[in-house]
């Protein structure tokens, strides 16, 4: 039996990770005339879009980025080596520029809403939007203050002065769907669009073990008290920089008590119901999130049992 792979995750690419910290590797990797670079306006991607070929990422040569002044290869993040060897890497474009003529500029969002995208560039993608996000937010060393470099092909910042590492954070998030029998609970909050009811999520929080957040976010959203939680599959989350944890968590009593600062509502629904909410058929509108989001993919494990 195989784990599922979700939306952002797959990437075909190798990190090589014993072999990006040495720097004469990475700029020869840089220079090589088959690196190619994929260029995001602020945390947008750009893609080209042909009629054979929908939602392609857009992946320019050195000779591209430098003869046309498109962005700093010197600041290039690697993302890994193709299944030819060739790097690949993201640059970040001037954002006060206007890119439309190199490309369709696109956020992650839309572009895993869209669907056409093949699963292992929309992964690429999700790796470099959550990198150049953290060096965008770190150039200075949390310790000391002074300005830190890219190393390690931008997977650490290292900082001049003190020598301290800084690593590219990824933030634990459990997110789960709670079931009593034949029920399963689901929750809203304000932000999503109407009718939608997903799954329960939180942050984890230090010296917590992934039970523990379930348990402790459950309890704090809906005001319900669960036992067994069962692991299910982990999505990669590229907004900012988030690891989905999927669990779903055996509830030992019935009765709802929202907590109106984090969800607007929550319900039980029967499997039944679901399934008209996964078919987009339920006589009140209700709503599953869509094919990219975990939540999704744990409620069709509570349906198929
Ligand atoms: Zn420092």
């Known amino acids: ?53 929908p939602d392609r990422l857009l992946w320019l040569s050195g000779a591209d980025i430098s003869g046309n002044n498109i962005a700093d290869l010197g600041k290039a993040l690697f993302l890994g080596l193709d299944d030819q060897g060739a790097a690949k890497f993201a640059v970040q474009l001037d954002p006060d520029k206007d890119w439309s003529d190199l490309g369709t500029i696109i956020d992650l969002r839309s572009l895993a809403l869209n669907g056409t995208i093949a699963p292992g560039e929309l992964a690429i993608a999700g790796q470099a939007k959550s990198m150049l996000d953290w060096h965008k937010q770190h150039g200075f060393c949390a310790r000391c203050g002074t ?100 669990c ?12 109106p600062k984090e969800i607007e509502a929550a319900r039980w629904f029967t499997r039944d119901e679901l399934q008209l909410m996964r078919e987009r058929r339920h006589p009140e509108e209700f709503t599953i999130p869509f094919h990219f989001a975990i939540a999704r993919h744990l409620i069709k494990a509570f349906l198929d049992g």
């Open 1 to 53: 039996m195989k784990n599922i792979v979700h939306a952002y995750a797959g990437s075909p690419l190798d990190r090589a990770g014993t072999k990006r910290p040495d720097v004469n590797w990475i700029m020869k990797q840089i220079e090589a005339s088959n690196a190619r670079f994929l260029p995001f306006s602020d945390l947008s991607v750009l893609i080209s879009e042909t009629e054979s070929a």
């Open 147 to 246: 300005a830190d470099h890219i190393s390690d092909g931008g997977y650490k910042r290292t900082c001049p002065n003190c020598e301290r590492m800084h690593f590219p954070r990824v933030d634990p998030v459990a997110i789960m769907i709670v079931t009593r029998g034949d029920k399963c609970l689901l929750g809203r909050s304000p932000h999503f669009v109407p009718g939608m009811y997903s799954s329960l999520a939180g942050f984890m929080e230090p010296g917590e073990s992934i039970e523990e957040t379930v348990r402790r976010e459950v309890m704090e959203e809906v005001g319900i008290e669960t036992g067994y939680v069962k692991y299910h599959s982990s999505q990669p989350w590229p907004f900012a920089s988030s690891i989905m944890i999927g």
């Open 248 to 259: 779903i968590a055996e509830a030992l009593s019935d009765e709802i008590t929202i907590d």
